[in-house]
């Protein structure tokens, strides 16, 4: 994208066309719940979820889907920062009231445009992960803040993608026996119940939201562990 995406440039040739076009706070598509996370609000005008139709409950009897796309289409982050737009399955899991992730004053700014690591990551790459030397390394300059042990993050953050990866690989499996999904992870079409049609939705959008639950840890981890309770 092009500095115009977010910034006006070059309309007065003065300091004020560096604003950000937007700060506003923004009401969310699917729930109707206000983002507001300051310079990141910006962000979350294109990465939230379009409206969900149907938006399932899981004590629904029947859920019509009507299209193989059924779930937040494409970026869905700014919801997962407020845990909305998902469906929270009951299971022995519970699920936490707050995002450590989603509490920061700028929300996605604050870990996306950190330091930056020559041209590679933060800054206005916004990239969380750069190549060095053949080997993907994660930029920690924004998690460094909370996380002061460096060493044990990395860790800590592989360890979680791993496990929340064979989450996701077990509901697939369990929705593809199902014949819930076919083999590029869209939806089938037709009537199901609201509990498989959540689970639908819940797996379709950690997909979507591409940081395997890291934008909010602790919820996605309760939030996949009781799908695949609820398929089991």
């Known amino acids: 994208p092009g500095c115009r995406t977010c910034h006006n440039i070059h309309t007065t040739y003065k300091v004020e066309d560096y604003a950000l076009t937007t700060t506003d706070p923004v009401v969310l598509d699917v729930?109707?719940?206000?983002?507001?996370?300051?310079?990141?609000?910006?962000?979350?005008?294109?990465?939230q979820s379009r409206p969900i139709s149907p938006m399932p409950l899981f004590n629904d009897d029947m859920v019509n889907i009507t299209s193989k796309r059924f779930g937040p289409h494409h970026g869905?982050?700014?919801?997962?920062?407020?845990?909305?737009?998902?469906?929270?399955?009951?299971?022995?899991?519970?699920?936490?009231?707050?995002?450590p992730h989603g509490g920061t004053g700028n929300g996605c700014?604050?870990?996306?445009?950190a330091a930056p690591y020559g041209a590679q990551a933060g800054?206005?790459?916004?990239?969380?992960?750069?190549?060095?030397?053949?080997?993907?390394?994660?930029?920690?300059?924004?998690?460094?803040t909370c996380h002061t042990d460096e060493d044990a993050l990395v860790v800590k953050f592989e360890d979680y993608k791993t496990e929340v990866q064979g989450l996701m690989d077990q509901i697939a499996?369990?929705?593809?026996?199902?014949?819930?999904?076919?083999?590029?992870?869209?939806?089938?079409?037709?009537?199901?119940?609201?509990?498989?049609?959540s689970a639908v939705l819940n797996y379709r959008s950690v997909?979507?939201?591409?940081?395997l639950g890291v934008h909010n840890p602790k919820y996605v981890r309760a939030l996949l562990k009781n799908t695949l309770e609820s398929l089991q």
């Open 109 to 113: 700014v604050d870990c996306h445009m």
């Open 173 to 197: 499996a369990k929705l593809l026996e199902k014949n819930l999904i076919d083999d590029e992870n869209y939806a089938k079409t037709g009537e199901i119940s609201g509990k498989l049609a």
């Open 123 to 144: 800054g206005h790459t916004m990239a969380v992960a750069y190549d060095y030397h053949g080997t993907t390394e994660l930029s920690t300059a924004g998690c460094i």
């Open 76 to 99: 869905p982050q700014s919801n997962f920062l407020m845990a909305a737009g998902l469906v929270e399955i009951p299971g022995d899991e519970s699920y936490p009231t707050g995002n």
């Open 31 to 47: 729930t109707g719940e206000t983002y507001d996370k300051g310079k990141s609000n910006l962000c979350a005008n294109c990465h």
């Open 207 to 211: 997909l979507e939201d591409q940081s």
